[in-house]
């Protein structure tokens, strides 16, 4: 009877153990399932031959904001082949890039997807870091010549620090050329070739170790790479996090670099009774400061943007409509650029016939904040007298909001 007892007490444990094993399994189901992309969302796949890898186990992770997760693995066969199939973090035409990498070892390939891409990788375990070939994205292939790059890099380092012919000094200055270098390779062939690519946003959290090369809190010229790509993911994807982020880290390092400003910061109310309006002034093509009150007799389309968004020259064509119209009857458009690249600036608007300036500092300028520029292109209509009328979400119909004013 007290052998029967006690079965029955051992088999109530073991019910309760197993039913806590599965409540501990549901939770972190239900978190994992949180904190990931959504199961209902659309899937990208990966896959490929890795060779020279037999037994091996190739990792598929996501380089998340909060560290890196685990996706998927398998272990690879003699041909090397495999294939990942992800339901992708991206859920709409407005959700930003996302970043992955596989791994075996300490040996990673790192790539980008945007929603739905069917990405291929081939590869040979030995070299798998330097000499894989990826398709399916531009951006993918990009990065991987910022790794390439990376890895020079450290195999310059590593060269200089063991030549016993040079002293400490000599090592520390001469690593810091290396470095900046590599820097401004990135600078001009990466990012401001195309700031809002996913290959930008990789290229300015490179690392060695633990260190990051681009110093976001204190290196006034870093800072402003920061703020170029924050402004066109800003434009591209406002909403996601890894946007939020980005634009977090470039208002930090701008605070912390930047001089005294002039009265734009502190904003005297008078003159704001005076003009209707904030006032500010920025460089024209020609280096010459536009200001806002110059136009106080004309009515005043005041548009922000940035050539480099891929419906600007169509909307450029409907501003040349608007003011061949009515230009002659008062109208002027102010246009501020917030592209990064100062160059493709000049080349886009060295035809237009308005007001064009430049301002380097993009969507984290506090002129542009002070607006709520809150995405681009972004609008106002300001009246004769220099009097605030219109925002663009205001203005239901573009031609009569002018009218009015005129």
Same mark, same amino acid.
């Not at 031959?49 to 186990?57: F, H, I, K, L, R």
């Not at 996302?98 to 040996?107: G, K, N, P, V």
């Not at 600036?345 to 300036?357: D, F, N």
């Given at each position: 009877?007290r052998?029967?007892?006690?079965?029955n007490?051992?088999?109530?444990?073991?019910r309760?153990?197993?039913a806590?094993?599965?409540?501990?399994?549901?939770v972190?189901?239900l978190?994992?399932?949180?904190?990931?992309? $959504?199961?209902?969302g659309?899937? @990208?796949s990966?896959?490929?031959?890795?060779t020279?890898?037999?037994?091996?186990?190739?990792?598929?992770?996501q380089?998340?904001?909060d560290g890196?997760?685990?996706?998927? #693995?398998?272990?690879?066969?003699?041909d090397? +082949? @495999?294939?990942?199939?992800?339901r992708?973090?991206?859920?709409?035409?407005?959700?930003a890039?996302?970043?992955?990498?596989?791994?075996?070892a $300490?040996?990673?390939?790192n790539?980008?997807?945007?929603?739905?891409?069917?990405? +291929?990788?081939?590869a040979?375990?030995p070299t798998m870091?330097?000499?894989? *070939?990826?398709?399916?994205?531009?951006?993918s292939r +990009?990065?991987?010549?910022v790794s390439?790059?990376?890895?020079?890099l450290?195999?310059?380092?590593?060269?200089?620090f063991d030549?016993?012919? =040079?002293?400490?000094l000599?090592?520390? *200055?001469?690593?810091?050329?290396l470095?900046?270098a590599y820097k401004?390779?990135l600078k001009?062939d990466i990012?401001?070739r195309?700031? %809002?690519?996913p290959a930008?946003y @990789?290229?300015?959290?490179?690392?060695?170790?633990p260190?990051m =090369?681009f110093?976001?809190?204190t290196d006034?010229?870093?800072v402003?790479?920061?703020? !170029?790509v924050?402004?066109?993911?800003?434009?591209?994807?406002?909403?996601? !996090?890894?946007?939020?982020?980005?634009?977090?880290?470039a208002?930090?390092?701008?605070?912390?670099?930047?001089?005294a400003?002039? /009265?734009? =910061?502190?904003?005297?109310?008078e003159?704001i009774?005076?003009?209707?309006?904030? *006032?500010?002034?920025?460089?024209?093509?020609?280096?010459?400061?536009?200001r806002l009150?110059? @136009?106080q007799?004309?009515?005043?389309?005041?548009d922000f +943007?940035?050539?480099?968004?891929?419906?600007s020259?169509?909307?450029?064509?409907e501003?040349?409509?608007l003011y #061949?119209?009515?230009h $002659?009857?008062g109208?002027?458009?102010?246009q501020?650029s917030?592209?990064?690249d100062?160059?493709f /600036?000049?080349t886009?608007?060295?035809?237009?016939?308005?007001v064009?300036?430049h301002?380097a500092?993009?969507?984290?300028?506090?002129?542009v904040?002070?607006y709520?520029?809150?995405?681009l292109? $972004?609008i106002?209509?300001?009246?004769r007298?220099?009097?605030m009328? %219109?925002?663009?979400?205001?203005?239901t119909?573009?031609?009569k909001a002018?009218?009015?004013?005129?």
């Amino acid at each position: 009877m007290r052998k029967r007892k006690a079965q029955n007490l051992n088999q109530n444990i073991m019910r309760g153990v197993i039913a806590m094993a599965l409540i501990v399994l549901l939770v972190c189901y239900l978190f994992l399932t949180m904190v990931s992309c $959504s199961p209902a969302g659309p899937t @990208f796949s990966v896959s490929g031959n890795v060779t020279s890898a037999e037994d091996s186990t190739l990792i598929l992770e996501q380089m998340a904001l909060d560290g890196v997760r685990p996706l998927d #693995s398998v272990r690879l066969q003699t041909d090397g +082949t @495999f294939l990942f199939k992800v339901r992708a973090c991206a859920q709409d035409s407005t959700a930003a890039p996302e970043f992955y990498r596989l791994r075996i070892a $300490s040996q990673v390939i790192n790539f980008a997807v945007d929603s739905t891409e069917d990405i +291929t990788v081939q590869a040979d375990f030995p070299t798998m870091a330097t000499g894989y *070939d990826i398709q399916g994205n531009e951006a993918s292939r +990009t990065m991987k010549t910022v790794s390439l790059l990376n890895i020079q890099l450290q195999q310059q380092l590593r060269r200089l620090f063991d030549d016993n012919t =040079l002293s400490t000094l000599e090592k520390a *200055d001469r690593a810091q050329q290396l470095v900046d270098a590599y820097k401004q390779q990135l600078k001009a062939d990466i990012i401001l070739r195309d700031p %809002a690519s996913p290959a930008a946003y @990789f290229a300015l959290f490179q690392t060695i170790g633990p260190q990051m =090369l681009f110093n976001p809190e204190t290196d006034k010229s870093d800072v402003q790479y920061f703020a !170029a790509v924050a402004t066109q993911w800003d434009a591209l994807y406002p909403a996601a !996090a890894r946007t939020v982020n980005l634009r977090n880290i470039a208002m930090r390092g701008l605070r912390n670099t930047r001089p005294a400003r002039p /009265w734009e =910061l502190n904003i005297d109310g008078e003159k704001i009774k005076e003009t209707g309006i904030i *006032d500010f002034g920025f460089p024209d093509i020609n280096g010459r400061e536009r200001r806002l009150s110059e @136009f106080q007799e004309n009515v005043v389309l005041l548009d922000f +943007t940035a050539y480099s968004l891929p419906a600007s020259q169509q909307r450029n064509i409907e501003l040349r409509e608007l003011y #061949s119209q009515y230009h $002659s009857r008062g109208l002027e458009i102010l246009q501020v650029s917030l592209d990064a690249d100062e160059h493709f /600036w000049k080349t886009s608007c060295e035809q237009l016939p308005w007001v064009c300036v430049h301002c380097a500092e993009g969507l984290l300028n506090d002129i542009v904040q002070l607006y709520a520029v809150q995405g681009l292109p $972004s609008i106002f209509i300001i009246g004769r007298g220099s009097e605030m009328k %219109a925002r663009g979400e205001q203005i239901t119909d573009l031609k009569k909001a002018i009218e009015r004013e005129l």
